[in-house]
Each structure stands twice: as C-alpha cells, then as structure tokens.
Nanobody, 125 residues
Framework: QVQLVESGGGLVSAGGSLRLSCALSGRTFTSYAMGWFRQAVGKEREFVASVGWSGTITFYQDSVKGRFTISRDNTKNTVYLQMNSLRPEDTAFYYC??????????????????WGRGTQVTVSS
C-alpha cells in the first residue's frame, strides 16, 4: 500500500520559514517525480513545486520562485519543501504528491499518482 506522510506544517509569522517533509512508502521512490500542491480555503488546489526523479530538474509556481526550494533524498524516500519569506497568502493546506508515470515530470494534478493527506501551513501577518 502506497503511503505519503507529510510533516512540518504549522503557524509562523510573515517573513518566517518552515520546512515540509514527505516520506513515501510502498513504492519505488527513485523513478518518480515528486511535488507539492496547496489548497487555500475557498480556492482550488494548485501546483507549488516539483522535482524530477534524479533531483536535478525542478519546477515552481511563479509566486514561490526565489522563496521556496524543493529537494529530495532518495536514500530516505523523502521530499522536502523549504519555505522562506513566507507570506499570509501562502496560508493553505499543503499536499505531497507522487508522480503517476516513471521519469515523467509532475506539473499538475493529472500527473499525480498518489496524494498525501496534507499538512496545514498558516502564516500570520
């Protein structure tokens, strides 16, 4: 059974930092892209960032470029999202995602094979 378990969410003041982690079990980790999405109250789920299977190719939503960094540790089956300079508009439920097809980039919900349950990130002004 494939499981994605997120951790690291919480409450932080604007300008602060958080690091999200997501551990995958039940499936080969190294062949698949991994990513993060988020969903704010009253809004649709949106792509935040993704990293390719080798860890060298990354994609970001424009609003987080330069502030967020996605990375992965294939020895730990874990993907990370380092979030710096957080803003109130970053407040959302953050979901970890695993790609559906080996080596294929993860750029949107249609590319996702598995979802985590999510973790709340709240940024106060």
């Amino acid at each position: 059974q494939v499981q994605l378990v997120e951790s690291g969410g919480g409450l932080v003041s604007a300008g602060g930092s958080l690091r999200l982690s997501c551990a995958l079990s039940g499936r080969t980790f190294t062949s698949y892209a991994m990513g993060w999405f988020r969903q704010a109250v009253g809004k649709e789920r949106e792509f935040v960032a993704s990293v390719g299977w080798s860890g060298t190719i990354t994609f970001y939503q424009d609003s987080v470029k330069g502030r967020f960094t996605i990375s992965r540790d294939n020895t730990k089956n874990t993907v990370y999202l380092q979030m710096n300079s957080l803003r109130p508009e970053d407040t959302a439920f953050y979901y970890c995602a695993a790609g559906a097809t080996p080596t294929r980039p993860l750029r949107g919900p249609n590319d996702v094979g598995y979802w985590g349950r999510g973790t709340q990130v709240t940024v106060s002004s």
